[in-house]
């Protein structure tokens, strides 16, 4: 069904830029959670009096409305940190999977061995997966540890874990916009327009929704709505855009590999 | 019974690019020349082989299997090296022939040991550091590692210095004789007559002539430049029988086909400097090879 050799040298080509990124994500993890203090006042406060304009905090996510650790956790990283990192990770990689080997001729390589389109589309489109999975695996293992260790008091692991598989999902739905469109499209230009280009629109709005009451209404233009983290830590709610996120991941991966499989490559 | 079937293919890119009711087959065993200028559709007809695109309408066949929807299967038996030479960068040369060897599945790597050798490459260098000739290398070692049965070279010597051209020729020579079928395209006439066995001209997507290269070979038209010793010389010698086409000082152009011997006869009773064979292009030799006929 995939190609190991295939997959074996993904990871080999990516490797260096994963480990950056999870080097990244565990030292933000660490000083932002580490921040938390029940008894101190609030970031937001602390924020406000450097004299940040409160629009600003509230655009990056940052206002706290429940001061419990696990608020604390879902405002500071997963309302903008966590949605943003892997999303860098995976528009690159998904560009480099299809569309640039596609620019650069070196697909012609691996079709011209005896694996079928399909076999090709199935492991590259895989390995954009893997790549979602091993960093949210990464930092649930690695925040799990680090709040055991240095919040054990407040922490609750179901709800970490709850947080984790909301945002999964979420960034599986996400990259597959991103692998769509490197299939489609023949270079690297048009690749990451769409590919880029469709995910940072919606992170812009998903900040802007939030500066003003007034922009509420812009949340049924970002899919980030979809990922409530307060209604995932209460696993309340979740099942409808839980499903929606998994139809989108489907469709578009699976669109995907049926575009690709049938187009002319120029290769 | 043909290896390689293309049937009234079509595909047209608009501003006459593309390839045009294309038609050709060739028989296991045969060397297949393919010529023509840029963009004349040499590449596209390939891609179609290789099932990396559908045509139009018309077929194409290999081993009585369509092309497209069976590429994978097909694989088994090409090889192929592709124009433009893009590997995976970050790359030594060993690790990407390991790679691929890999890909298809390989279990015997002595022919790969046995071109790199023939070819006297260095492995060891990153892909993205090498020179293009080392790269087309790469590429023809990949083409023929697997030993597959039919082989198709985008103009495969295309960077190669002279005497790897020449080693090149040697191999296509090796390959034919355990009877392999090759489809090879090139700019190069003498390339052509060295290795094929047959030749197609394609001019803007459309096939202009289909031949026997040992029936091309008897019929050319060749053109020499004769130097000449003095003057004098060159007035006796434009008023023998001979096909003079212009003169200008010691120097005579001297039109010759099918048989060089008389004019080398000539040639003996005159004091000459030097004696060298015009490079002409394709479409020079193929006009006169169909006498002219208008072929666009």
């Known amino acids: 069904m995939i190609s190991m050799p295939l997959f074996k040298k993904n990871l080999k080509s990516n490797y260096i830029l994963l480990l950056v990124f999870m080097a990244v994500l565990a030292m933000y993890f660490s000083i932002i959670v580490g921040m938390y203090n029940p008894d101190a006042m609030s970031l937001n406060d602390i924020m406000l009096q450097m004299n940040l304009p409160q629009q600003m905090i509230d655009a990056f996510g940052f206002s706290v409305s429940d001061s419990s650790f696990s608020g604390h956790i879902v405002s500071f990283f997963y309302g903008f940190l966590m949605l943003v990192f892997p999303m860098i990770v995976y528009i690159i990689i998904s560009n480099k999977q299809v569309a640039s080997m596609v620019d650069k001729s070196s697909m012609a390589y691996l079709l011209s061995t005896n694996n079928s389109r399909k076999k090709i589309i199935v492991t590259q489109g895989l390995f954009v997966m893997f790549v979602v999975f091993l960093l949210v695996l990464f930092v649930t293992i690695f925040g799990s540890i680090f709040c055991l260790i240095m919040f054990d008091e407040y922490f609750i692991l179901s709800e970490f874990i709850m947080l984790n598989v909301g945002v999964l999902l979420l960034h599986l739905a996400i990259s597959s916009i991103c692998f769509l469109s490197s299939c489609i499209f023949n270079d690297t230009k048009n690749s990451l327009l769409f590919g880029a280009g469709i995910p940072i629109f919606f992170i812009l709005i998903n900040m802007l929704k939030d500066v003003s009451d007034k922009l509420d209404f812009l949340k049924y233009f970002t899919i980030y709505s979809l990922y409530d983290p307060n209604a995932w830590i209460n696993s309340n709610n979740i099942i409808g855009s839980a499903v929606f996120l998994i139809v989108v991941c489907l469709f578009c991966n699976g669109f995907a590999m049926h575009y690709f499989i049938n187009k002319d490559l120029h290769i | 019974m043909s290896v390689i079937k293309v049937e009234k293919l079509n595909k047209d890119y608009g501003n006459h690019k593309g390839v045009f009711d294309l038609s050709f087959d060739i028989e296991r065993g045969v060397v297949f020349g393919f010529l023509g200028p840029n963009g004349a559709g040499k590449t596209t007809t390939m891609r179609h082989l290789l099932g990396f695109i559908k045509g139009d309408s018309g077929q194409c066949l290999i081993n009585d299997r369509e092309c497209f929807k069976n590429a994978a299967l097909n694989m088994n038996d090409i090889g192929y090296l592709p124009g433009e030479i893009s590997f995976f960068d970050d790359m030594t040369g060993n690790a990407f022939l390991n ?43 990949c083409a023929f590692m697997h030993d597959p049965d039919i082989l198709i070279l985008d103009e495969p ?20 004789e355990n009877g392999k079928t090759i489809l090879m395209s090139s700019h190069s006439i003498e390339e052509v007559e060295k290795t094929c066995d047959k030749v197609a001209i394609i001019k803007q997507g459309r096939l202009v002539a289909y031949e026997d290269v040992s029936q091309l070979v008897l019929n050319r038209r060749k053109i020499y430049r004769i130097k000449f010793h003095s003057l004098l010389e060159v007035n006796n010698f434009i008023t023998e029988k001979i096909n003079v086409l212009s003169h200008q000082d010691s120097v005579v152009m001297v039109e010759v086909f099918n048989d060089i011997n008389k004019l080398i006869d000539i040639l003996s009773n005159y004091k000459i400097v030097s004696f060298e064979s015009v490079v002409m292009s394709l479409e020079d030799i193929f006009m006169t090879f169909y006498g002219g006929e208008n072929n666009d």
């Open chain 2, 157 to 176: 010597t295309s960077g190669l210095d002279p005497l790897m051209q020449n080693k090149f020729i040697e191999l296509i020579n090796m390959e034919k």
């Open chain 2, 99 to 141: 790679f691929m060897g890999e890909m298809r599945g390989m279990k015997k790597f002595k022919k790969k040991d046995y071109l790199i050798k023939f070819f006297d490459i260095d492995t060891s260098i990153k892909i993205k550091k090498m020179s293009k000739g080392m790269k087309q290398k790469i590429g023809l070692v």
